[in-house]
Nanobody, 123 residues
Framework: QVQLVESGGGLVQAGGSLRLSCAASGRAFSSYAMGWFRQAPGQEREFVATISTNGGSTSYADSVKGRFTISRDNAKNTVYLQMNSLKPEDTAVYYC????????????????WGQGTQITVSS
């Protein structure tokens, strides 16, 4: 079992930055690939970024590539999402998720989810 708790959300002006954290409890965090997803009001949840177990491989949605950076610290059981040059269309609830071994852009293969943290970007 893995429990995930996101933090770092809030209100920011367009062009600003935020860093989200996702702290994992449970054993063997380093054996879990991690992902960030988001859901805007009235829309389906969508992929944002994913990272492999050792952090050596990452993948991003086209909409955030070059602006967002996913990273992890296995010693701290934490995955991060650094968000720069934020836009109003980035407004959403952001979720972190975990799955064993293989990182993926597909939300349906993730086994564990956090409760989500709200990001609001004002124009």
């Amino acid at each position: 079992q893995v429990q995930l708790v996101e933090s770092g959300g809030g209100l920011v002006q367009a062009g600003g930055s935020l860093r989200l954290s996702c702290a994992a409890s449970g054993r063997a965090f380093s054996s879990y690939a991690m992902g960030w997803f988001r859901q805007a009001p009235g829309q389906e949840r969508e992929f944002v970024a994913t990272i492999s177990t050792n952090g050596g491989s990452t993948s991003y949605a086209d909409s955030v590539k070059g602006r967002f950076t996913i990273s992890r610290d296995n010693a701290k059981n934490t995955v991060y999402l650094q968000m720069n040059s934020l836009k109003p269309e980035d407004t959403a609830v952001y979720y972190c998720a975990a799955r064993r071994i293989i990182y993926s852009r597909n939300e349906h293969v993730y086994d564990y989810w956090g409760q989500g943290t709200q990001i609001t970007v004002s124009s």
